[in-house]
């Protein structure tokens, strides 16, 4: 069985000022514990976080990111946990070996599963391994199911779920009732969300995975035989995941021919939602596309070289200007030839036609998931 990691011990016993004390569990995130929390004291999630935080509107937010001080505070007091272990739960530790410098405060944190929240309403955000739900004593959601290159459960080596096995409908625990007992039940439709069927979990999709928790629990990454640090990994792997969806999109025969010279395969119909970023996808999309990123991040660096000289590359072919270049690559893509071309002010012309397929496809997504989140409500 593949190694698996452990992201926080979760706390011992508590002595909290509710009826019964709730500990938080091995690697539970911590809306997951607020959720139970409140079951366990026989009452509704909304009901519970509103006697702790009256006119703060908790689940309108992503509170797995992390809490305002004064708030928590008043948490660690109720719960008898301490702060150092609710830090533990949350994202904000893990963002910063991913992110260079402060994440955005209300932006997309990069490679964190967005809730695509409205009001209370989640979109997606939030996946579980059935098996895990079903085996638990107290079921519960762990971090790990919020990271995006989770694809797969290493315990069970089976691919997670992100929605509802009956109804589809995105998991929402913070909108059970107290009746529902359990955080494995489904909010919508109410059926238990552990009797999902498992469904197999493809390796390179698992390589990633186990490789990238590798590096974030204080290991080196290599790539080209350097070795890189966390930060260092996650740039380059958001680099070749862009790559792939632009040669995807576009057909480019230089770069389709770079592909085969380095003996990567795409498989066929990449169903990549267009106008999103790898935090929005479904984790069907994201065990494919990150299976050929890490095609891309063990490719020797003799054939990677060759292979750019044998498909004819050009700067402007491997990194478009928009792109920012990882400090691995900026060496390499200078050697490539410059086609770039300086336009004058008289040069440029306003485009009259219909726009692009793939800029149509992407407007129209994000409609989509607007209008989804309108009729939820």
Known sequence: MAKTYSWHPGSDRVVSTWAVSVPILFDEIISSWLVRAALTQGCDPLVLTGELWPKWRVWTIDIDRSIPEERLKTLCVISGISAEIFHSAMLYPIIQQIYRGSPPVKAVWPWILSLGKRNTKLRSGLQYCPSCLAEDNNPYYRIQWRFAWHTGCETHQCRLHDCCWHCGAPIEPHRLLAENQTVSICASCKVDLGRADTISWKDEAKSFQLETDRILQGECGVYLGESISSHHWFELASFFESFIRRVNRNGDEKLL?????????????????????????????????????????????????????????????????????????????????????????????????????????????????????????
């Open 257 to 377: 021919g770079f592909i085969n010279e380095i003996g990567i395969v795409l498989p066929e119909h990449i169903p990549i939602m267009a106008g999103a970023g790898i935090e929005w996808l479904n984790v069907q999309m994201r065990e494919c596309l990150l299976g050929a990123v890490w095609r891309f991040l063990t490719v020797d660096k003799d054939r990677f070289l060759q292979a750019m000289k044998t498909a004819d590359l050009s700067r402007q072919g491997l990194c478009t200007r928009k792109e920012s270049v990882p400090d691995l690559l900026s060496g390499i893509i200078d050697g490539l030839p410059d086609h770039s071309v300086t336009r004058t002010k008289s040069q440029k012309t306003h485009l009259s036609g219909p726009r692009p397929r793939h800029e149509v496809i992407r407007m129209m997504k994000r409609l989509e998931r607007k209008l989804a989140l309108l009729k939820n409500e």
